[in-house]
């Protein structure tokens, strides 16, 4: 399946046409931008009329859902950025229908949307997520639709938050074969027996696995991260077709992530580890982690279905693995699927 992933050609020509949505042109509409009277900037634009930033943002009430975009198709989401208030990630709902759909193909907290499940911001530079400093929230996954498109943040929260936004999309065919981006959020707090999360579950058809983030706080201490992820292919059962070495593996790290007694974090274009809290601590119970990974040059391919899980594992003295049941672990899968 085509998943409608790869760069575009920079150097192409074609029929496409960009636009873009933002609270300046909340509905992408040729020559719309820019006409706002009144908005957020409107008591600093007051010297300046029309067209000097009368209208960056929203307040989003408590409560409350803002439709960020809704157009008509056939085209592609190519960029999605997003700024609010940082300690609200985990208390706004971002949700997207794709093509009519009555429910949402992506539903998730919007922190773990972009790899920021934790009440502190952390900064991350890959090709499909970049979180710039000092809260920008940028998504590049590509996101076909065909019909329409329907993007939604709810606030779940107590009080009201600013929302900057913008996305990109352009108006162009999109291949028959080409899959719309779901999401799956999966939360266990305390995780308990037999200290085994599910990742993706209930996914059956044809598909494209892309992506993986994983935030955990393992409740013991030690070494938390022996614990293997489990990929179950078109009707595996007891025994998955792909199963890796360590949850340090996966995420593309090595030894415990440790280097002279201290967790190292890195964040490259297909994985890393770009939030250690503490970031001075090892081994401690209570230290929170985030972690992703893209299947973008790897992508994990499956005819009829999926289903992804991870171990909680930790390590206990002498040499015996831990069952980490006190665990708590926040995961979100991304795949293409028609």
Not at 86 to 108: E, F, I
Not at 157 to 185: C, F, K, S
């Amino acid at each position: 399946m085509t998943a409608a992933g790869s760069p575009p050609e920079l150097w192409r020509l074609d029929a496409a046409r960009t636009r873009s949505i933002s609270a300046e042109n909340p509905t992408g509409a040729p020559g719309a931008g820019a006409r706002a009277t009144e908005g957020t900037g409107a008591h600093a634009a007051r010297h300046l009329g029309p067209g000097w930033k009368v209208s960056p943002s929203i307040h989003l009430e408590p409560g409350a859902t803002a439709t960020l975009a809704d157009v008509a198709g056939p085209g592609v989401i190519r960029h999605f950025w997003l700024t609010t208030d940082r300690a609200a990630l985990r208390a706004l709902t971002l949700r997207m229908h794709w093509d009519d759909a009555p429910r949402p193909a992506v539903q998730l907290p919007l922190g773990d949307f972009f790899c920021n499940a934790w009440d502190e911001l952390a900064l991350v530079n890959s090709e499909m997520v970049v979180v710039a400093p000092a809260g920008g929230l940028n998504s590049y996954w590509p996101m076909p639709f065909r019909r329409s498109a329907r993007i939604g943040l709810h606030n779940d929260g107590d009080r009201a938050v600013p929302v900057y936004y913008q996305i990109t999309y352009t108006e162009e065919d999109v291949l028959e074969e080409a899959g719309y981006l779901h999401t799956q959020w999966r939360r266990g707090a305390p995780l308990g027996g037999p200290a085994v999360h599910t990742i993706l579950d209930g996914v059956t058809g044809r598909g494209r696995y892309v992506g993986t983030y994983l935030a955990i706080r393992p409740g013991d201490p030690g070494w938390w991260g022996e614990g293997e992820l489990k990929f179950y292919l078109d009707g595996d059962t007891e025994h998955p077709s792909i199963c890796g070495t360590g949850t340090e593996d996966y995420f593309g790290g090595a030894w415990n992530f440790d280097m002279d007694g201290r967790y190292r974090t890195y964040s490259t274009p297909y994985l890393g580890l770009p939030q250690v809290l503490p970031p001075d601590r090892c081994y401690e119970a209570e230290q929170r982690f985030g972690m992703y990974r893209w299947h973008v040059r790897d992508p994990i391919c499956f005819h009829s279905g999926l289903r992804v899980t991870v171990q909680a594992l930790g390590w206990s003295d002498p040499g015996t693995y831990l069952p980490l049941e006190r665990a708590e672990i926040a995961t979100t899968a991304w795949w293409y699927q028609g």
